[in-house]
Structures are given as C-alpha cells and as structure tokens.
C-alpha cells in the first residue's frame, strides 16, 4: 500500500470550533488532494496540492483552507466548522498527471 | 462538468456469476480509472485506460472504453464475497484533477 496516513480518524467536534486535518505521505509524491464524500455526492474535491506551497481550489472549497509547507504533510482545515461540514474526508496522492490516485483510510468528522 | 456516472447504483448478484457497471461522461477526456471501496477503507484503484485504448484486463477485471458514446464499462468475472464494494470511475482531461462518480454499490450473495 502506497504510505499515506490521515489523521485523526475519527473526530467530533461543536459548531463554530477550528479543526485541522492532517495528511502524511511518504511517497515524496508531487500531487496531494482532499475529497470530501457524502451519500449521494460521491467524493467531490476541496482543495489539491501541485507542490510545497501551491495549492488550487476543487469544486467545494468554501469554508476550507490548506496548506503544504512540505512535500509530505497537507493540511486542510475548517476554520469555524458548520455542520454541513459533517463528512468523511479522504488524502489522495499521485506522482502525476494521468496517474492512479492512492487513497488514505480517511476521516470521518462529526460536527454536532 | 466531465463527471462520470455509474449504472447502476446497486447491483446484487450471485458468486461466481459476472458483474458489470456502467460509466458514461460528458465531455472529451484524457484516460478513465476504475476504483474499489470497501467499507469503511479508502478507494483502491483497479485499472486506467487511456482514451486510445478500446480494452484492458486485470486479473477478473475487462475495462472497455468508448469514446464516441462516452462510456466505459467494468466487467468482473466469476464475482466472489471479497468484490463486494463500491466502485468508481473517474475522468480527467490533461489538469491535475480527476473527477469520481457517484459509484455503484455491489454486493455478492453467498
């Protein structure tokens, strides 16, 4: 399995408090991403990583933010979480463009 | 948008009969992958084809791709209790992003 850890697991939190989400590869892969999956939704992208420090906006950003200040760690955090934010979160990496992507077990956030 | 989606939503069969799921998309793309998730576990990718490839096998996998209808299909032959799970496709054009469909859930019947 590719070496790619999510941590927490699982986390449960209140409304209106900060949390941060962590992704650990040791790939030393260039791409780093967060998907978010919903029943219904499938997995819908936040936010990717092309490189420390370069990041982009996905289809649901709003309410996220991320950051890579080295190739193996991406953070994404919700800086006042809302409950429509209650999700599973999944890490993925790649080596590139037109690559497999490989996932982490992800986290399963619960905000109440 | 390019998102792919599966047909059909749930699938329930026997062991050692086949399997098949459907992708379709929308616009033009680049290569199409196919994705497992088992409960509760990330997604693993099973298998790519590129958009001028027309098949590709893996093991009990047979991935088929057609470009003029925009589809691909996913056979899984002689199904066992271990394929139950989801599975995806996911399309990209020559960016950085792939987009997932809403996946197919499968379950095998003793």
């Known amino acids: 399995d590719a070496g790619i850890t999510q941590s927490p697991r699982h986390k449960v939190t209140e409304t209106g408090t900060p949390v941060t989400l962590r992704c650990h590869q040791t790939e030393n892969h260039r791409y780093m991403y967060w998907y978010r999956q919903d029943p219904g939704h499938g997995l819908r992208l936040i936010h990717y990583s092309y490189g420390v420090k370069d990041t982009d906006k996905g289809e649901v950003s709003d309410g996220y933010s991320v950051s890579r200040s080295k190739t193996e760690d991406f953070l994404l955090t919700l800086e006042s979480a809302t409950s429509s934010q209650t999700s599973v979160y999944f890490c993925?990496?790649?080596?590139?463009?037109?690559?497999?992507?490989?996932f982490g077990d992800g986290t399963r956030l619960s905000i109440l | 948008s390019q998102q792919g989606e599966e047909d059909p939503q749930a699938l329930s069969i026997q062991e050692g009969e086949n399997a098949t799921m459907n992708c379709s998309y929308k616009?033009?793309?680049?290569?199409l992958q196919w994705y497992r998730q088992n409960s509760g576990r990330g997604l693993v990718h099973l298998i790519l084809i590129r958009s001028n490839e027309r098949e590709k096998h893996s093991g009990r996998l047979r991935v088929t791709l057609d470009t003029s209808k925009k589809s691909s299909s996913l056979l899984i032959t002689a199904s066992r209790a271990a394929d139950t799970a989801s599975y995806f496709c996911?399309?990209?054009?020559?960016?950085?992003?792939?987009?997932f469909g809403k996946g197919t859930r499968l379950h095998i019947l003793p």
């Open positions: 616009t033009s793309i680049n290569n």
């Open positions: 993925a990496i790649t080596g590139g463009q037109g690559q497999p992507q490989h």
């Open positions: 996911a399309t990209d054009k020559r960016d950085d992003k792939i987009i």
